[in-house]
């Protein structure tokens, strides 16, 4: 069976219980597909990028097979975002407000107008971009100023608490990419850049733990600085060992603390 998500951000727990931590997040517009249910829970997969987890009963909506057909594939195809850290959006119906979290598609979008199964909405054209953008260094801080300092979250990808692998799906989706969801998935996309000296605004670096595991991916601004969540949103300084934090400098370390080690350079 399959369901839509009718609010802003549902969160995907990895068990059947409110207290379970939450893996991702399903925006709006967004459809799943029931793997299986309990009493106020389903199980679900993000027809996305594939991630399973537990949501609340009531936070989504099943849809006959009719309605799927007609609505998934012009969803999927939709190049229209919401490009702003948070939108709202008005239902032509009864004229309730929705608050929208950057990235989310507007199917069937024109001139501030689009519709989800049938119903219409009003968005402010400013908070959208209608074509996916093209990557370069202007395009990457146009869409990425404002999120400077959201809070990191485990598992989020909204404008009030994001992941470091949330940030570098939702900010690729603008510019027409489908990055699956975690940074050990991502490393596994698009094509691998040998260093540092070759990077272009938009490519993600990735990082090991000392195991070897891929934890943490940031999305590179040029050569030399890189805009990543941990903490919160920020900017900070990368060479070829690594991210270096200046929050962190001391007297022993004046230049900044070597805080995330540099396994690879990958291009989308």
Not at 36 to 48: A, F, G, N, Q
Not at 99 to 109: A, H, K, N, Q
């Amino acid at each position: 069976m399959k369901a839509i998500v009718l609010h802003s951000i549902v969160p995907v727990r990895a068990k059947a219980s409110e207290e379970s931590e939450q893996l991702t997040q399903l925006m709006f517009g967004e459809t799943c597909t029931i793997l299986e249910e309990k009493p106020r829970w389903k199980r679900v997969k993000s027809d996305l990028d594939g991630q399973t987890g537990w949501v609340d009963f009531k936070m989504i909506t099943a849809m006959s097979p009719a309605e799927y057909r007609n609505y998934a594939p012009r969803w999927q195809k939709t190049t229209a975002r919401v490009c702003f850290p948070v939108a709202f959006a008005v239902s032509g119906n009864n004229g309730q407000t929705i608050p929208l979290s950057m990235g989310t598609r507007l199917p069937d979008y024109r001139d501030g107008q689009f519709s989800v199964l049938g119903v219409p909405f009003r968005i402010q054209p400013d908070m959208v971009t209608p074509e996916a953008l093209e990557m370069n260094a202007e395009n990457l801080m146009r869409v990425t100023r404002f999120m400077l300092n959201v809070p990191y979250l485990w598992g989020g990808k909204n404008a009030l608490g994001m992941d470091c692998s949330g940030f570098t799906q939702i900010v690729h989706s603008l510019f027409g990419h489908n990055l699956l969801r975690n940074a050990r998935e991502q490393i596994t996309q698009g094509r691998k850049i040998s260093s540092l000296r070759s990077v272009k605004p938009g490519d993600l670096a990735f990082f090991d733990h000392e195991d070897g595991r891929i934890t943490h991916v940031g999305l590179l601004l040029d050569s030399q600085r890189i805009m990543h969540c941990s903490g919160r949103i920020k900017i900070e300084r990368i060479d070829q060992s690594g991210i270096w934090s200046v929050e962190l400098a001391d007297t022993s370390q004046p230049d900044g603390v070597l805080t995330h080690h540099l396994v690879d350079i990958r291009r989308y």
